[in-house]
Structures are given as structure tokens and as C-alpha cells.
């Protein structure tokens, strides 16, 4: 069992920047692909992107391409979301989640066993 907890959620403008952060209870933490999934109201939970135990692989979904970076520090037991140019669109809670089994990057939610409560980004035109 591993807790993840969110942070760095907040209410920004249309091409302000923000940073998230997830950070994990367990020093097995590098055992575990990461992954960045968001909900906006009314809406289904979506990939947004993911990183592999070492961090030499990610994948991104096409809507935040260019803009969102994820990296991550095993060493602090932390995956971050750095996000650019930010639209109204990607007002959503942003969850961060963990997969303890695959060796390749998973885009559906119901591939991920461990979950964080979520963060609020709200993006304001």
C-alpha cells in the first residue's frame, strides 16, 4: 500500500504556469509508474501523462502536448506535473496515480491501483 498526496493546486489565468506535485509515503516509490490523471465536472477521469519507474520514458496526451511536463525525484519519493500555458480547458482536479505491476506506460485509470485525493487547478479566461 502506498498513500499519495497532492499539492500545488490553485486558480490561475489562461497562460499562467503551474506546478503540482504528488508525494508518496513509501520508499518504494521507484518501484512504480506514475501518472497524472484529471476530472473536470460532469466529465470522465483522462490521462494526461505518465513516467516510468527511472523517469527515461513518458507519455503525454495529445490535448497537453508541449505545454505539461512530467518528471520525478525518487530520491524525494515525488512525481511533478509542470504545466505551461494553461487554458480554461484544463480547469479539472488533477489526481496523481501509481502502478505497481506494468512495465509499460498505462493510459486507463482502471490500470492504476493507488490514488491521491486530487487537486483543484482552475484556470480562469
Known amino acids: 500500500q502506498v498513500q499519495l498526496v497532492e499539492s500545488g493546486g490553485g486558480l490561475v489565468q489562461a497562460g499562467d504556469s503551474l506546478r503540482l506535485s504528488c508525494a508518496a509515503s513509501r520508499r518504494t516509490f521507484s518501484h512504480y509508474n506514475m501518472a497524472w490523471f484529471r476530472q473536470a465536472p460532469g466529465k470522465e477521469r483522462e490521462f494526461v501523462t505518465a513516467t516510468s519507474r527511472s523517469g527515461d520514458r513518458t507519455s503525454y496526451a495529445d490535448s497537453v502536448k508541449g505545454r505539461f511536463t512530467i518528471s520525478r525525484d525518487n530520491a524525494k519519493n515525488t512525481v511533478y506535473l509542470q504545466m505551461n500555458s494553461l487554458k480554461p480547458e484544463d480547469t479539472a482536479v488533477y489526481f496523481c496515480?501509481?502502478?505497481?505491476?506494468?512495465?509499460?506506460?498505462?493510459?486507463?485509470?482502471?490500470?492504476?491501483?493507488?490514488w491521491g485525493q486530487g487537486t483543484q487547478v482552475t484556470v480562469s479566461s
Open positions: 496515480a501509481a502502478d505497481p505491476r506494468s512495465y509499460s506506460l498505462k493510459a486507463r485509470a482502471n490500470e492504476y491501483d493507488y
